[in-house]
Structure formats: C-alpha cells, structure tokens
C-alpha cells in the first residue's frame, strides 16, 4: 500500500477548475457525475476508454414485478463481422431504475478505436440460483459518437426483439476536462494512436499518478513486469458519503515465480543432502558395525536424493502456465509448486488527489497434498518424531546425546565451513600484501587474520568436539585402548575394542561405569588446536619483526638526507633498501602461512568429521522416519517462500520511495502476516498443521537486495541461496531503483521476516469442529501469532518513530486495535472473523504483507479479499455505507476473483451450496447465481 496523506475535502466553490462539478445527492444524474479520470495510452494498466451505464424505466412484461437487470456489452470493430463479448454489469435487483457500480473499461489489448461498435444487451434475470434470464432490450453506439457526445454522455432507446420501448439506458465515458477551459469542448475530436482511441489527460492528473503517488504498474513497471503476468483488470465507481466518486482499478496476476523459486528450492535441497553423503563418507574407514550404520543411511539419503532428482527434472519439463490451478494441488510433479498463487491488487483514486493502493498475496494452504493427511500434518508428524527419537534413545545401544548436542553440533559444522574459508581467504591476502611491500596492508590483514584463526580455535575448543572426536577414534577398525581408570585402582583396566556385535565400547574392571565419552585421550585434540594458535603467534611474530626492521631502515634513511650528507651516502641508503626489498618479506611469511593453512586444514577436517559422526550416531535409529518428515518440510517450506517473495517483492516496490517503510524494513525487518480461512476439521485440520510450521519456518529466510546486472526480466528474478538452516533471498533491482534505496539496505544488509499466522474457520466442517471435534489447534496457532505481532510493535515502539508507519483515518489507535485482537483471540468465539478483520488492518498500519488462503484459494479466498476490499473502501476512503452490499456483490460476481474460478476449474463458479453458505457468517456469502457444485 503506498500511504499518502489524505487531502482535506474541497467544497464545491474550492475545486479546481479541472474538476467537474457534482451535486452530493445519489440521483441518477449525480451519480454518473463522478470524478472525471481517463487512461494513458503509456500505462498498459489505464484503460484507453471507460464508460458506465445507468438504465431508467426499464419493463417488464409482468406489470408486478420489477426487472433484475444487468447489461452485456460486446462489441465489433469494422471490418470485423461478428460479435464478441467484452463484459457485463453486476446483476442490480428490483428496480427500474439500476445505476451500475462496475464501469466497462478497454485497455490498450482491446484494439479499439473511433469506428468500434458497441452493443448493450439489457437482461431481465427471473431465477439467478438457476441462470433464468431473458433479454429484456438492447442499443448501439459508435464510440466515436460517444467521444464528441456532450460532456461524453448518450442517451440510448433500448428495445425489445420486437421494436418496442423497453426503457432507456445512458452511457457516460469518464475524462478529464482540459485545465484552459472548464467548459466541456464538444467538437474536439479526440487525438487517435494506430486506430486507437485515446482519451484527453489532464497534465496535472498525470502527474499525480506518475510521480506523486509513485505507483508501479503491474503491466508497465519493468520489475513487476518480469516477476508478474497475465493480469485481469476490472473497474468501478463507488460513492463516496460527501456526494464525490471513488475509482477502483481491481486486478489480479499470476507470478512466474511460482515455477522459478520451487526449480532453485530443490536444487539446493538436492546439492544439501548429496553433501550431506558425502560428508558421511569422507568419514574414512569404520568398523563393520559403524560401517553397516552408515550404509543404513546413506541408502535413505540416495532414496530421497532420486526423488528430488526426479521433482527437479519434472519441474524444468514443465511447459504449463505460471500457476498451479486448484484442480493440480494433488500432482506429484507439481507438489513443490505453490497451489492457485496470485497478486490481488486494488488501486482506489479520487478527485482529492488520492491514489493508494493495496496488495494482497492468494495462495492454496501450503500443504503436503500429494502426500496426503492419513497421518495428520506437520505438527502432528514432529510431535510423533520427537516421540520416536525419545523411544529409540532409550532402547538404543548407540551414543545418547541431548537435543541441545544436535543444534550445537550443526553450529560447530557452519562456523567451522565460513572460518575455515575467511581463514584462507585472508591468509591470502597477507601474503599479497607482503609481495607488495605493503606495511599498512599488512598490518591491517594480519589483525583480521588473527581475529578470524581465533575465533576458528575457540569454536573448536570445546568439550562436545573433543567427545565426539574420541568417539569416532573409538570407531575405527580394530581400534584397542587400554589406560587405567581415572576414577579406580591400577587393577582397574578400559579396554575398547571394536568388534561385529556392538556399537559401545565400555570400562571394565570392579566399576564399570563410564562410557566412552572419557576424557583421557583429550591432550591429542589440544595439540591440534594448539598448534592452530601457535602457528597464528609465530607469524604475528615474524610480521612484528619485519615491521620493525622496515620502520628502523626508513627512520635511518631519514637522519642521512637530514644530516645532509654527500650524494655518494645517499645512493648507498638507497641500496640498502634496495636490496632488502625483492621477495624478502613474501619469503618470510610463506613457510608459516603454509604451516598455519595445513594445520587449519587438519583441525577442521578433524572437528568436522567428528561432528558428521555425532550427528550420525544421533540420526541413525529414525533415518527413515526423519527424512520422510523433511521431504515433507521442504515442499510446506518451498510454497510458502515462494508466496513470501512474492510478497516482499511488490512491497519494496511500492514503497521504494517510503522512507518510514525503508527504515522499519531494515531495523526490524517485514511483517508478513498470513490470514488462512481452514477449518480444524478433518483434512484441513491437517492443511493447518502443515501451514502453521511453513509459516513458522519463514523465520529463517532473510532477504538482501542487490542491483540487477541488466534490466531484461530474467535478470531481475529473486536468486535463493543457504540450506535448511536459513536460506537467503537476492532480490535484484533495476540500477535506477537501487539508487533510490537508503544505503543501509545497498550496502547488502540481511532484511528479516517476521510471520504471524491467523485462522478462522468459517464453513460447515468448522461448525462440525465446534460441535463435535477440536478446536485446540485454532487457538494455539493464534495465540502465539498475537504473541509474535505485539513482540513486534513492542520493538517498533523502541527504535522507530510512528511517521514511518502510513497514515490512516481510523480512529483507533494501534494499541487498541492490539488490544481488541487480544480480547477477541482469548475469547473463543464461534467463527470470530473479527479477528481476520482486526489482524488484516494491523498488519496494514504496520507496513506489513498480506497473505490470505484457504482450501485452493479460490472460493473463501474470494469472500474475504472482496470483503477486506470493502471494508478499506469504507473505512479509509469514506465509500457510501449504503453501497457497501452492493459494492461487495458487484466485486463477487464481476471481478477478478470470479475470474479465477474459471482460471482453476473452468467453470465460473464458487464451489459452495445453498446448505454450505447457510453455516458461513453473513459478509463471506456470495450473491445468487455466483455458486454451484463444481471442484475445488
């Protein structure tokens, strides 16, 4: 949403000359009057004509009833001979009178121009459960007749298939009138582009919209155009409660990112788990039972290898379009793919100069289909895990290690990866620097040098590294030790042996007690480290001393030009130094980088090792079950960072000249706030399980953005690197837009998320979960989200002022709202959607993304975005209350998101029944003739 200060209303006499006048009476006339603004023949996302339709005195051949009319428009351009249909109005019922809300509009893919005919068909619906209608009239008009119109209005006949009156209808093409003359020019023909018409713009309109509003065009900005496509535009006038209009551009686009982020995912996942053998096998030489151990798992990981294998072929093979429809949710080619992922976008203008607009990302729950919910969901699925791995530790002959074992492990194995390479990476610099003679460059490097080889010691300085070392020296062929026991007499002997039976080696003697995790072979592991440090010490010595020697030979250079000796001194100085210059400091640090570079190699080959066999030991007993689980983790993950960068992306966007924005982005990081409409019932209790982890799993995903090499669209495509542990997203940028960010974010800061999750059940299975079943799952899920979203106002409220947020004509302050959401999520309501409400507006005050889902994201989905629509028409932009219905129906039954039932199943229909919408709250309800069964 770009947040722009609402100018103060003008009253009639204060208006701009541009603007045409309106009475503040909802009359028919008044009503077309609306605020006057026209298309950009630049701007793929301005319509070239708009125009809306109003009817009056409309009959019906039944004097006791009143038509239920709506108006189909098609239209024909010479020399074409047919018809084709461009649009249809909303359905108004009971009235001979119908203002419509929907406008028809014709972008520039329309192709029409002066000579275009245009043809309403006005139909009288008797049964819209049942699609019963009959053709109540019809009239032609030219657009060119329309254009040199007065004020741009006709006023058409309508008549029956017999030629008689059947009422009137009057179409009004919306423009903007010339600043140099308030009066409407008449005789003006429009200017044409190729056949095109094009409209008359108001200069100062443009600039409003090009600049001031800084709004991105999804079909003509060239970041949003490379990332989303195939977009579908609808219009509408609303009116406002002080007698003005309120323009609303709705669109919605598909991402090519639901295909290009999943193909990135596997094959990272792929090139993780291939290290992942091979680091198993680089582990060297085991005994038969360590060996048949590892074989065990390597086995698992080839299996799970070969099916990533697989899904990334499938996923390159793929040749369909840039979204996965709800009817493929089940694909096994296609699982990774995010289900029916789409922008939903309105963009609402009015004659006071404003121009917002509001995103939000539609996605299928990210849910393991394909694997189906026989077993429950992810949490369920973890839950059993951790279950399994506390069952197997107990029974298990194997090494216990505790949880906390695990995760410091996997941190030991990260940081020795990033040291051990900034270690040689600045040791390389070191010797440049010496082969350049350069006494600051060196000084410099040599501190970072020894910073970094530190911190690669104390990381390897650690009891749990030196155990797990002594372990995998325990688990080598034929290895024996015998010393006495630390803690018993001399009689007392250990003795490890490695044989085909077993995994444990034990003390024996009188008190067998300790394991192997002993400490008596520990000074071996010292040493190795030790010598790490040493080798730091002896070049930090040898760089001290050449220094020195450089320092003394340049301070005795000084006293001979000083004493102004004979030219003769002054040449031997020079060659003094001369000769001391060629190699001699290179030469002297190259045996001991060489020395610190073998002994960095052997530490940390030597404490990885040990910690891939930790962790092998610690994975061994449910391989299987766990990576069952993660395959399952990773396509949750994959659909729901996909929807993520969507998210992000169009965000920085549109608000890449809010500073606030900018500033919250980088010192806290992204709200992204999910809205999910699944009941806890059944399958969908499953869905949740699995959409509440994904979202969770979000926290470990920070984006950083960089500056495109090209602005071509591929190019400017986000690029996914990291594993499992956190992954990072590159979000290029045209160099133009790079330029405007604050150089906190160019200089490649990692940007956070923050994600909440909200879930409201609305439909008869969550009636069922109420009654009968669980609701447990709902509740938790939303208690800790509220718990995440006030830890992040907490933190806003630290470091940042409250002008970074948007401005908003609520009267109720953040933490109110905050407190309302709280009461509301405590207070287990049936089908409490004030929650949805309350959480969707803080997370806009918030400068946060919106998410919303359900099954497939295509029929709840479409209740609550058309409702959130409204309701911010309503709140933020003053829309009349008592079109608010009327709005809400017109965006259901003729905006995109009816669209997008065709778009996934083929058929234009919700996939709700008559018994199912009577369990759903009143606002979630589609009008007459919008549903029927058909898949979801």
Known sequence: ?????????????????????????????????????????????EPVLEFSLACSELLTPSLDRKPNSFVAVSVTTPPQAFWTKHAQTEIIEGT??????????????????????????????????????????????IVKDLLQARNHRLHLTLRSAENERVGNITIIAWQMEEKVDPKPQVTKSPDTNSGRTVIPVDESLTESIGIRSKFAALRKDTLLRSVFGGVICRMYRFPTMDGNHLRILEQMAESVLSIHIPRQFVKLLLEEDAARVCELEELGELSPCWENLRRQIVTQYQTIILTYQETLTDLHQYKGPSFKASSMKADKKLEFVPTNLHIQRMRVQDDCGTDQTYDIVTIGAPAAHCQGFKSGGLRKILHKFEEAKKHTSSSSQSIIYIPQDIVRAKEIIAHINTLKTQVSYYAERLSRAAKERSSSGLERTLTILADKTRQLVTVCDCKLLANAIQALNAARPEYIASKPSPNSAEADQVMLR??????????????????????????????????????????????DKLLQRERL???????????????????DCHTQAEESTPGEWSDALYPLLTTLADCVTMMSEKAKKAMVFLLMQDSAPTIAMYLSMQYRRDVVFCQTLTALICGFIIKLRNCLHDNGFLRQLYTIGLLAQFESLLSTYGEELAMLEDMSIGIMDLRNVTFKVTQATSNTSVDMLPIITGNR???????????????????????????????????????????????FGDTS??????????????????????????????????????PELLRFLGQNVNARKSKNVDILWQAAEICRRLNGVRFTSCKSAKDRTAMSVTLEQCLILQHEHGMAPQVFTQALDCMRSEGCRRENTTKNVGCRKYAFSTLQLKAFPKYYRPPEGTYGKVET
């Not at 100018?7 to 009503?31: K, L, N, V």
């Not at 990072?728 to 974010?745: K, S, T, Y």
């Not at 800790?784 to 009267?811: A, G, H």
């Open 1 to 45: 949403m770009t947040a722009r200060e609402h100018s103060p209303r003008h009253s009639p006499r204060h208006r701009p000359r541009s603007m045409i006048q309106r009475a503040s009476t909802f009359d028919i006339s008044s009503e077309m009057l609306g605020l006057s603004v026209t298309g950009n023949m630049h701007d793929p996302d």
């Open 96 to 141: 001979s009178n119908p203002i419509f809300l929907s406008s028809i509009a014709f972008f520039q893919d329309a192709l029409v121009n002066q000579m275009t005919q245009v043809k309403l068909c006005v139909y009288d619906v008797k049964d819209r459960s049942q699609g019963t209608m009959y053709l109540l009239g019809s009239g032609l008009f």
């Open 498 to 543: 490695n044989d085909q039976d077993t995994l444990i080696a034990k003390w024996t003697g009188r008190n067998s007690r300790l394991s192997l995790l002993g400490t008596w072979h520990e000074e071996e592991w010292e040493k190795v480290w030790q010598n790490v440090d040493k080798s730091l010490e002896c070049i930090i010595h040898k760089v």
């Open 553 to 571: 030979q340049s301070d005795s250079c000084e006293d001979v030009f000083q004493c102004d000796i004979n030219c003769s001194s002054k040449k």
């Open 725 to 771: 542990d956190g992954f990072n997203v590159r979000i290029p940028l045209p160099g133009v837009l790079f330029d405007a960010l604050p150089r906190e974010i160019q200089s490649g800061m990692l940007l956070r998320v923050q994600p909440v999750l909200f879930n409201v059940g609305i439909n008869e299975q969550q009636t069922l979960a109420e009654t």
């Open 777 to 814: 799952l709902q509740e938790v899920v939303n208690t800790e989200s509220l718990i995440r979203l006030n830890s992040y106002y907490e933190q806003f409220k630290e470091v940042l002022p409250d002008d970074c947020l948007p401005r908003s004509r609520s009267q109720t302050c953040l």
